[in-house]
């Protein structure tokens, strides 16, 4: 059964906290992306990781830090939350160029 | 500049209506336009895609018609069903680019029954 997992789901941390966001995959996909979701606003590519410690920045990446140390496991980072970082918060993975991308559940993230 | 817009935000239709959802795009070099399904709680999940060689591609009530000159496409649901209401999403991306999909805002869709 092909499966993105987030963990935790929902996540509650005070401003200035640090927050470590996870995320695995059971498909030995190459590629996986972290994208935060805001009403109104849809998808927007936070990091890509090409594969082990291959990152790059997507089109929002201030504020936040991945680490991807294994195939199967990729986790973003943030150093000192703000609450404008409050989102949801999704993971997902592909196999390499054109092929379908899967996401997993969300990671619904409040700082306050 | 908002590369990928979709239109209309929300769009209610009766259960057995066809649904129409909007989309258009900036960059002439994206060839591959899937279309994500998005339950409440849920991740976006592929439902049909096209690529910009096809004008048109059908997968039973889900239709995507593409236009290449005029940078448009639409997804058309037939004979919607309430368990067809979700958020719709558009999204683009080319063949060079390593799956890096640019989204649209998405278009939230109800089916009255």
């Known amino acids: 059964d092909m499966k993105v997992t987030q963990m935790p789901r929902y996540l509650i941390k005070r401003m200035g906290e640090n927050v470590l966001l996870e995320c695995g995959q059971d498909m030995s996909h190459e590629t996986m992306y972290w994208y935060r979701q805001d009403p109104g606003l849809g998808l927007q590519l936070i990091y890509i990781s090409y594969d082990v410690d291959s990152n790059s920045e997507g089109d929002i990446p201030k504020g936040y830090r991945v680490s991807r140390k294994k195939r199967e496991h990729f986790s973003l980072i943030l150093d000192s939350a703000k609450t404008n970082q409050t989102s949801v918060y999704f993971c997902?993975?592909?196999?390499?160029?054109?092929?379908?991308?899967?996401f997993g559940k969300g990671t619904r993230l409040t700082v306050v | 500049q908002q590369q990928v817009r979709q239109s209309p935000q929300s769009l209610t239709v009766w259960e057995g209506e066809t649904a129409i959802l909007n989309c258009s795009y900036e960059d002439s070099t994206f060839n591959y336009f899937p279309w994500y399904q998005q339950f409440p709680g849920e991740g976006p999940a592929l439902l049909i895609s096209?690529?910009?060689?096809?004008d048109k591609k059908e997968d039973g009530r889900f239709t995507i018609f593409f236009n290449k000159r005029e940078k448009k496409l639409s997804l058309h649901i037939t004979d919607s069903q309430p368990g067809d209401s979700a958020t719709y999403f558009c999204?683009?991306?080319?063949?060079?680019?390593?799956?890096?999909?640019?989204f649209g805002k998405g278009t939230v869709l109800l089916v009255s029954p």
């Open positions: 096209i690529r910009s060689v096809s």
């Open positions: 999204a683009a991306r080319h063949d060079s680019g390593y799956n890096k999909l640019t």
């Open positions: 997902a993975s592909s196999g390499g160029r054109n092929t379908e991308v899967f």
